[in-house]
């Protein structure tokens, strides 16, 4: 990984090394076996080393925990630096590799290898509706950002979009696809709208500093989660972060947050969400008109989803980033808590029941 793309993962990520709490929760039971089947579980999207490592898969499926499913079903092949995030579509699996500028797709049962997607400058998240599939690319120079709609047939690119600056998360509701356009190399306060149906650009709107993760809500309203801009060098220049409501493509309301606000997910039912801030899970209501600064958790994570069939929060744990993290997850409700290993820097998380 260059030193300058590390400089702006840094940025982008607010990694945290000192801050790192220790968890006394249950672990799970570790298998080192290939299980042979891998349609129902959680993912764990580990990146791996930045300079020099590869991403690995980690499989839980509620009993066991496996470890590098990509190695273990592809014996001698490794997926490349730096796994970023997964989705399920086609009966495939989709791996987006940053660093390697390629997308790995993988059967949607056994996992065996199925070919990649080349020619994707750092690809990033993925979001799908029923017949599409559409992955963020930042630009090999963070500033000429596109989306890309993927073809699952052939494994090909299918058309290309082009969004400028660094795309991010990536949202279909209806017939629109919202894309958040994240503060690396330049700043962003903006997000776009696409036309599924078209592929065009509908709308670009400025929120607030760096959007980078986006979720919606039961009544179709759009949250984006921005982390404002970070000044490593003078930190007197950060900007702060922010909780933005949509409605109807409009602001609704914007609820202001500390600099380094990470991560955003959402409830079974829509109406609660989660997000991460001051080595802390927070919890914002649907329905909240003044952010209440409710916290659920404490600790310095690095990842959160929510497992919406389970009830329960995931919470990814860096570690030091250069040893095998961990992930912890929790009852909102019940504070009940247990833990599993994972692989170095678990960055995501993919459901599959």
């Known amino acids: 990984y260059s030193k300058t793309k590390f400089q702006y993962s840094m940025k982008t990520f607010h990694f945290q090394f000192f801050l790192l709490l220790l968890l006394s929760t249950s672990c799970n039971k ?19 080393l930045f300079q020099s490592g590869t991403g690995t898969i980690t499989f839980h499926n509620y009993k066991d925990t496996i470890q590098n499913i990509f190695e273990k079903e592809n014996p001698g092949q490794i997926m ?33 290898s199925l070919g990649e997607i080349k020619g994707i ?3 990033r998240y993925f979001a799908s509706s029923a017949t599409k599939l559409y992955v963020s ?4 120079d963070f500033k000429s950002g596109k989306i890309y709609e993927i073809n699952p047939k052939n494994l090909a690119i299918a058309s290309t979009i082009n969004t400028g600056g660094a795309p991010e998360s990536l949202l279909i509701s209806g017939d629109k696809l919202y894309v958040t356009i994240s503060t690396v190399g ?6 776009i709208i696409i ?49 933005v409501k949509l409605v109807n493509d409009k602001i609704e309301q914007t609820f202001k947050l500390n600099n380094g606000a990470n991560g955003l997910t959402i409830d079974k039912n829509k109406e609660r969400l989660f997000f991460l801030m001051n080595a802390k899970v927070f919890a914002h209501d649907i329905t909240d008109v003044t952010f209440e600064k409710e916290t659920i958790y404490d600790g310095s994570f690095y990842a ?3 497992h919406n069939s389970k009830g329960r929060l995931y919470l990814a744990d860096a570690a030091n980033f250069q040893n095998d993290g961990s992930v912890t997850h929790i009852d909102p409700i019940s504070k009940n808590t247990a833990r599993f290993k994972a692989g170095i820097i678990p960055g995501f998380f993919y459901f599959v029941d």
């Not at 080192?32 to 791996?48: A, E, I, L, R, T």
């Not at 579509?89 to 949607?108: L, P, R, S, W």
């Not at 330049?186 to 997000?191: F, G, H, L, R």
């Open 121 to 123: 400058d750092l690809p």
């Open 304 to 306: 959160i989803g929510y």
């Open 137 to 140: 690319a930042w630009g090999s």
């Open 30 to 48: 570790e298998e080192n076996s290939s299980v042979g089947h891998y349609s129902k579980g959680v993912f764990v999207v580990n990146q791996g």
């Open 195 to 243: 036309d599924t149906k078209t592929n065009n650009v509908l709308q670009k709107t400025d929120i607030s500093d760096n959007p980078t993760h986006i979720t919606s809500d039961k009544n179709g309203a759009i949250w984006i989660l921005c982390g404002g801009n970070s000044d490593w060098t003078n930190p007197a220049l950060n900007t702060e972060g922010a909780l």
């Open 186 to 191: 330049e700043k962003s306060k903006s997000i």
């Open 80 to 112: 490349g630096n730096i796994a970023q995030s997964m989705i399920a579509f086609d009966n495939k699996y989709f791996i987006a590799i940053n660093n390697a500028n390629k997308i790995v797709v993988c059967d949607g049962t056994s996992f065996k």
